[in-house]
């Protein structure tokens, strides 16, 4: 069974830095498609970034040049780098991959930006 653990969550000052993770544990092969997404009370989940097997990336316009999606195909794990943070960023932020050609998202992980 493929499960997404996710860490680095928690509570930043605006201006500052987190940096999320998401590793796949269980019979996961490797992780294909990683992706994170975010949802701030009283909106819609929407798409923070992506990142293909080969590298390749796909921000949200909200967050380009704020925040660096990356991997480690050897650990399975995404990572996900948040800088210059806002209290707009504020969320809960989770992660989602494909893996032996199934979806799977993890448990979600509180970012709260604020003084």
């Known amino acids: 069974q493929v499960q997404l653990v996710e860490s680095g969550g928690g509570l930043v000052q605006p201006g500052g830095s987190l940096r999320l993770s998401c590793a796949a544990s269980?019979?996961?092969?490797?992780?294909?498609?990683g992706g994170w997404y975010r949802q701030a009370p009283g909106e819609q989940r929407k798409l923070v970034a992506l990142?293909?097997?080969?590298?390749?990336?796909n921000y949200a316009d909200s967050v380009k040049g704020r925040f660096t999606i990356s991997r480690d195909n050897t650990r399975k794990t995404v990572f996900l780098q948040m800088d210059s943070l806002k209290p707009e960023d504020t969320a809960v932020y989770s992660c989602?991959?494909?893996?032996?050609?199934?979806?799977?998202w993890g448990q979600g992980t509180q970012v709260t930006v604020s003084s």
């Open positions: 269980g019979n996961a092969f490797s992780i294909d498609v």
């Open positions: 990142i293909t097997p080969y590298g390749g990336t």
């Open positions: 989602y991959a494909i893996l032996n050609k199934d979806a799977y």
